[in-house]
């Protein structure tokens, strides 16, 4: 009798474990919510699973500016000295002395390349300065949407562009007066 009730004992202890882990499943499983009835947020948590896998990291290839002085630019790094033309993927210098002599033939770069422009933000100095119609209403005509400010709202607006991945270009005239020229 007495080795029986140590076997049992023992059958007892063997099963526990299986016991415990039964009980444990099926405690777990009442506490699932049942799609029956109404999903709090901290229900609904347990059936969604959300993941973010980044397939392009951001490009350098984009123009950033990233300071301007009465001397300049700092484009991606590189210093630009006087106006200067920014357009997807390049720096050029920009042959204009002031916005008087923003004309037909200095904009004309703009209309001309591919992928067209679809907007060009043009940089006047110190102060937001009234170019042309004519030369307004042409650059419309060829499809170019141009934006005149003075130089630090343009780089502002161009950088703002540029990060919604528009096709942006910018005509910058250094400003004469910069409270700290970091250049």
């Known amino acids: ?10 059958s007892l202890r063997s099963l526990a474990p299986h016991c415990k882990l039964f009980a444990s499943a099926l405690q777990s499983h009442t ?37 301007y002085s009465s001397q300049g ?6 210093k630009v000295v006087g106006p200067c033309a920014v357009i997807p993927k390049a720096i050029l210098q920009w042959n204009v002395g002031s916005y008087k002599d923003i004309n037909l033939e200095s904009l004309s770069l703009f209309h001309m390349l591919s992928p067209r422009i679809e907007i060009l933000v043009v940089g006047t100095g110190d102060r937001v300065e009234r ?25 502002a607006t ?15 005239i250094p400003p004469q007066l910069v409270p700290k020229d970091p250049l």
């Open 158 to 172: 161009f950088n703002f562009l540029v990060s919604e991945r528009r096709i942006t270009a910018a005509a910058l």
């Open 1 to 10: 009798m007495a080795l029986s009730a140590a076997l049992r004992l023992q």
């Open 131 to 155: 170019l042309d119609p004519n030369i307004l209403k042409f650059m419309r005509q060829k499809g170019v949407a141009v934006e005149v400010q003075d130089t630090a709202n343009a780089c």
């Open 73 to 78: 630019f700092i484009i991606n790094g590189d």
């Open 31 to 67: 506490q699932q919510p049942c799609r029956s009835h109404r999903l709090a947020p901290t229900d609904d948590e347990l059936y969604q699973r959300t993941t973010v896998t980044r397939l392009e990291r951001d490009s350098a290839e984009f123009m950033f500016i990233e300071t």
